[in-house]
């Protein structure tokens, strides 16, 4: 009985023991990170995990008897069968990616581990490990493209893009290195760096390189390379130090740009600006075209420029500028006759078209001169010709070299641009040196008028004097005579008789005013103008006034609106609205209330313009063209009396000033005159 009692205890501490360690076991395997599955031979789930039921998107319970395959994308599903295949055929778990959808339809990775084992019923069940390597995947994808971006890069980027070992030679050489340099990458591997650096440039680079093996950062430089067939390339280059995980200089990436155009195109707009402050300048045009020379040159390592002048007859070529070429080779070519196969230069001047001769010692345009170029040393010449202004050639640029050279797209069109810069050149400087003889001969000219206008002016001034003297004497002396005869013998004339004298009198007088507006307007036109301010308004209050009072028994009414001061010389400006004023009041007799208007109004620019207004008898705009001539009259004599010579006086005053006038008018309904004095005072 103890022993049996005995044995139920340890039969109770058994299964104690067995339900503990099942409940261990189910804690492991709910609690587990990763998600455990077990899937009947017909694919049904049977057991899941916590974490088997978070990735698949439900509950435990809702996964039980559901088709495993229905989480799986079709391509999941057939690289699932075949893993079954192969596990039922040899035993060995296996292992995958796969892409499972979870219930939001999304789809996202999950590594699946599948093993085989038996059911209580001895048949075969799947036990499946899930892990979630949804993230790893992206992250591996963005890896895969960013490399397929990086090469992508590297085959396809017009930067040329090279790496270096420790010993500065090359490991990695891109396409566009090819482009540049001219090397293909079988070339170039393995090649030390000097293979593309000038003497020159070598301890520039050897500095760079020194400062970047000891992971000093990152260079930036611009220097000369040469290309493979030894042409000059301008780079710009990135330098990086490749380091690895131990802080160690592994190697140098660099980032190369080329930036030859570019440089060529800096150069040559400052030589072009250059050129055009040199054509603009002072000195002879063979100066400047020898300036122009020597800056090409600098752009062209290597080359000799020069230009050739057409003469005037159009058939022989005389050397304009060429500074770098032998004294003797010029000197050979200078008055040569252009011609089909005459050189370079001699054949683009005779057939207006460029010549490009890469080597002279094969080209047939220069077989009567092949032995004078091959004495000088050179090899080839590339001509092209200066057409002028007018379509015609006028002289031809040349290029040569003292190897054979064939011109790069850059090339030509430097030629172009330094063609049309030497033709502004030749153009400006002929048409500078037209207008020196030109102005010289205009300045002979004028001194040749000028003398004769001081001769006429003297002979002018001599017929004033003669008027002034000869004349008024002979004019007093009949005035004076007829007064005496009207005194002295009255009661001896007639009535007929005494009007006659009167008559005599009266002209002989007109005859004197006359006289002095004809010496007024004489002196007027040779006289400078003395400028000062002039109270305009004051000045015409002024005279109207003092005009007025001569005939007080007339009734005038005379408006007078602000006029603004204006420079002018003060007796000259009194004349001018003493004249104006008086023609007014003359031509108004006949009213009964005389209306005169004196005022200003504006004109585009703003400046004044001033104006005399009556309501007198007027005039036929016809006539408009004869009122400021001399003596010319456009009313009778009779009821209108003056000397013929007081408008043109106001003309003459005016223009001596710089201004204008005009006139408006209409018979019987008034006249305005207008004019303009410039630059009024502020």
Same mark, same amino acid.
């Given at each position: 009985?103890?022993?049996?009692?005995?044995? #139920?205890?340890?039969?109770?501490?058994?299964?104690?023991?067995?339900?503990?360690?099942?409940?261990?076991?189910?804690?492991?395997?709910?609690?587990?990170?990763?998600?455990?599955?077990?899937?009947?031979?017909?694919? *049904?789930?049977?057991?899941?995990?916590?974490?088997?039921?978070?990735?698949?998107?439900?509950?435990?319970?809702?996964?039980?008897?559901?088709?495993?395959?229905?989480?799986?994308?079709?391509?999941?599903?057939?690289?699932?069968?075949?893993?079954?295949?192969?596990?039922?055929?040899?035993?060995?778990?296996?292992?995958?990616?796969?892409?499972?959808?979870?219930?939001?339809?999304?789809?996202?990775?999950?590594?699946?581990?599948?093993?085989?084992?038996?059911?209580?019923?001895?048949?075969?069940?799947?036990?499946?490990?899930?892990?979630?390597?949804?993230?790893?995947?992206?992250?591996?994808?963005?890896?895969?493209?960013?490399? &397929?971006?990086?090469?992508?890069?590297?085959?396809?980027?017009?930067?040329?893009?090279?790496?270096?070992?420790?010993?500065?030679?090359?490991?990695?050489?891109?396409?566009?290195?090819?482009?540049?340099?001219?090397?293909?990458?079988?070339?170039?591997?393995?090649?030390?760096?000097?293979?593309?650096?000038?003497?020159?440039?070598?301890?520039?680079?050897?500095?760079?390189?020194?400062?970047?093996?000891?992971?000093?950062?990152?260079?930036?430089?611009?220097?000369?390379?040469?290309?493979?067939?030894?042409?000059?390339?301008?780079?710009?280059?990135? #330098?990086?130090?490749?380091?690895?995980?131990?802080?160690?200089?592994?190697?140098?990436?660099?980032?190369?740009?080329?930036?030859?155009?570019?440089?060529?195109?800096?150069?040559?707009?400052?030589?072009?600006?250059?050129?055009?402050?040199?054509?603009?300048?002072?000195?002879?045009?063979?100066?400047?075209?020898? /300036?122009?020379?020597?800056?090409?040159?600098? &752009?062209?390592?290597?080359?000799?420029?020069?230009?050739?002048?057409?003469?005037?007859?159009?058939?022989?070529? &005389?050397?304009?500028?060429?500074?770098?070429?032998?004294?003797?080779?010029?000197?050979?070519?200078?008055?040569?006759?252009?011609?089909?196969?005459?050189?370079?230069?001699?054949?683009?001047?005779?057939?207006?078209?460029?010549?490009?001769?890469?080597?002279?010692?094969?080209?047939?345009?220069?077989?009567?001169?092949?032995?004078?170029?091959?004495?000088?040393?050179?090899?080839?010449?590339?001509?092209?010709?200066?057409? /002028?202004?007018? /379509?015609?050639?006028?002289?031809?640029?040349?290029?040569?070299?003292?190897?054979?050279?064939?011109?790069?797209?850059?090339?030509?069109?430097?030629?172009?641009?330094?063609?049309?810069?030497?033709?502004?050149?030749?153009?400006?400087?002929?048409?500078?040196?037209?207008?020196?003889?030109?102005?010289?001969?205009?300045?002979?000219?004028?001194?040749?008028?000028?003398?004769?206008?001081?001769?006429?002016?003297?002979?002018?001034?001599?017929?004033?004097?003669?008027?002034?003297?000869?004349?008024?004497?002979?004019?007093?002396?009949?005035?004076?005579?007829?007064?005496?005869?009207?005194?002295?013998?009255?009661?001896?004339?007639?009535?007929?008789?005494?009007?006659?004298?009167?008559?005599?009198?009266?002209?002989?007088?007109?005859?004197?005013?006359?006289?002095?507006?004809?010496?007024?307007?004489?002196?007027?036109?040779?006289?400078?103008?003395?400028?000062?301010?002039?109270?305009?308004?004051?000045?015409?209050?002024?005279?109207?006034?003092?005009?007025?009072?001569?005939?007080?028994?007339?009734?005038?009414?005379?408006?007078?609106?602000?006029?603004?001061?204006?420079?002018? &010389?003060?007796?000259?400006?009194?004349?001018?609205?003493?004249?104006?004023?008086?023609?007014?009041?003359?031509?108004?007799?006949?009213?009964?209330?005389?209306?005169?208007?004196? /005022?200003?109004?504006?004109?585009?620019?703003?400046?004044?313009?001033?104006?005399?207004?009556? #309501?007198?008898?007027?005039?036929?705009?016809?006539?408009?063209?004869?009122?400021?001539? *001399?003596?010319?009259?456009?009313?009778?004599?009779?009821?209108?009396?003056?000397?013929?010579?007081?408008?043109?006086?106001?003309?003459?005053?005016?223009?001596?000033?710089?201004?204008?006038?005009?006139?408006?008018?209409?018979?019987?309904?008034?006249?305005?005159?207008?004019?303009?004095?410039?630059?009024?005072?502020?």
């Amino acid at each position: 009985m103890l022993e049996l009692e005995t044995g #139920n205890r340890e039969l109770r501490l058994a299964q104690l023991e067995v339900e503990g360690s099942r409940a261990r076991y189910f804690d492991l395997y709910d609690l587990a990170p990763v998600g455990y599955l077990t899937v009947s031979a017909e694919g *049904v789930i049977r057991e899941a995990n916590f974490v088997a039921a978070r990735l698949l998107g439900r509950s435990r319970r809702a996964l039980i008897k559901q088709k495993l395959v229905r989480f799986f994308s079709t391509a999941a599903h057939h690289s699932y069968s075949a893993m079954q295949d192969i596990l039922l055929e040899t035993r060995v778990p296996q292992t995958a990616e796969l892409e499972v959808i979870g219930r939001d339809r999304k789809p996202f990775w999950v590594q699946l581990e599948l093993a085989i084992a038996e059911d209580p019923a001895g048949g075969p069940e799947f036990r499946i490990v899930l892990s979630n390597i949804h993230e790893r995947k992206l992250a591996e994808y963005a890896l895969r493209e960013a490399n &397929q971006k990086l090469r992508l890069h590297f085959e396809q980027t017009p930067l040329a893009f090279i790496e270096w070992d420790m010993d500065f030679r090359v490991t990695r050489w891109n396409p566009a290195a090819q482009t540049i340099f001219g090397y293909s990458s079988e070339e170039a591997l393995g090649q030390p760096a000097v293979f593309i650096v000038p003497e020159a440039f070598r301890s520039q680079v050897e500095n760079i390189w020194r400062d970047l093996s000891r992971a000093r950062g990152g260079e930036r430089s611009s220097n000369e390379n040469i290309s493979k067939d030894g042409t000059r390339v301008i780079c710009e280059w990135y #330098n990086t130090p490749l380091i690895d995980p131990q802080g160690t200089v592994t190697g140098v990436a660099s980032v190369v740009m080329d930036i030859t155009a570019r440089i060529q195109a800096q150069e040559l707009l400052a030589w072009e600006k250059y050129a055009l402050e040199a054509i603009s300048g002072s000195e002879p045009l063979k100066e400047v075209l020898s /300036g122009l020379m020597l800056g090409l040159e600098h &752009q062209l390592p290597g080359a000799m420029c020069s230009v050739f002048l057409l003469d005037e007859a159009g058939v022989k070529l &005389q050397t304009g500028a060429a500074p770098s070429y032998p004294e003797a080779y010029i000197q050979a070519f200078d008055g040569i006759r252009i011609g089909p196969a005459v050189g370079s230069c001699g054949t683009a001047a005779y057939r207006n078209k460029q010549v490009i001769v890469t080597d002279i010692e094969t080209d047939p345009l220069w077989a009567e001169y092949r032995a004078l170029a091959r004495s000088h040393g050179i090899r080839a010449c590339w001509s092209m010709p200066i057409v /002028g202004n007018s /379509g015609g050639v006028i002289g031809s640029f040349a290029i040569s070299y003292r190897e054979t050279r064939h011109p790069t797209a850059a090339e030509h069109e430097l030629l172009e641009r330094a063609v049309h810069v030497v033709k502004i050149a030749i153009e400006r400087k002929r048409a500078e040196a037209k207008i020196r003889d030109l102005n010289l001969s205009l300045e002979r000219r004028v001194d040749e008028r000028t003398s004769e206008l001081l001769q006429a002016n003297r002979e002018a001034e001599a017929f004033c004097y003669s008027v002034s003297h000869d004349l008024r004497g002979p004019l007093r002396a009949v005035d004076g005579f007829s007064r005496m005869v009207l005194d002295d013998c009255a009661p001896d004339l007639t009535a007929e008789g005494k009007r006659m004298l009167n008559v005599v009198r009266t002209e002989t007088q007109r005859m004197g005013r006359l006289i002095d507006g004809l010496l007024t307007l004489s002196r007027l036109g040779r006289e400078p103008v003395e400028r000062s301010p002039i109270d305009m308004h004051h000045l015409v209050r002024e005279i109207f006034d003092q005009l007025s009072a001569l005939e007080p028994e007339r009734t005038c009414r005379f408006e007078l609106l602000p006029l603004p001061t204006t420079i002018g &010389q003060e007796p000259l400006i009194r004349q001018m609205w003493v004249n104006l004023i008086s023609n007014a009041l003359k031509f108004t007799q006949m009213r009964e209330i005389s209306e005169i208007a004196v /005022g200003t109004l504006a004109d585009d620019a703003g400046q004044p313009i001033f104006y005399v207004k009556d #309501n007198g008898v007027g005039f036929e705009m016809r006539h408009a063209d004869k009122l400021f001539e *001399v003596f010319q009259r456009l009313h009778p004599q009779e009821k209108f009396p003056g000397t013929g010579v007081g408008l043109a006086l106001v003309q003459r005053i005016i223009h001596r000033h710089r201004g204008t006038i005009w006139a408006e008018s209409e018979p019987t309904r008034g006249t305005t005159f207008f004019f303009t004095l410039p630059n009024p005072y502020p």
